[in-house]
């Protein structure tokens, strides 16, 4: 089963940038993948996903200001975050799905059976 860990979050400033990386114990090529993120009280939810072919979506308050990408030589997945706003705030988390190839996007937690710990972002007004 694949292995996750994430790293890069941290507390920045409204309109400030972070990029959060989740090296796998796999490579990420013909893999799906994505990020979520939560906070206290609140069912998780996806912000972006990747499928096998490196096709890519992001929820609508995130599209435009969130790139999600892949390095598969370091075998890592990237979230990079600009203009970052409050409401922002939450625990991400990476997540992924053993099966390869796969060609289909999962917007609920369900569609992955490897998670990471999760990284938390602060962003203050």
């Known amino acids: 089963q694949v292995q996750v860990v994430e790293s890069g979050g941290g507390s920045v400033q409204a309109g400030e940038s972070l990029r959060l990386a989740c090296t796998a114990s796999?490579?990420?090529?013909?893999?799906?993948m994505g990020w979520f993120r939560q906070v206290p009280g609140k069912e998780r939810e996806g912000v972006a996903l990747k499928d096998g072919a490196g096709r890519r979506k992001y929820a609508g308050d995130v599209q435009g200001r969130f790139t999600i990408s892949e390095d598969n030589a370091k075998k890592t997945l990237y979230l990079q975050m600009n203009s970052l706003k409050p409401e922002d705030t939450a625990m991400y988390y990476c997540a992924a799905r053993s099966g390869s190839p796969c060609y289909e996007f999962r917007w609920e937690s369900q569609g992955y059976d490897a998670w990471g710990q999760g990284t938390q972002v602060s962003v203050s007004s």
């Open positions: 796999t490579n990420t090529i013909g893999r799906c």
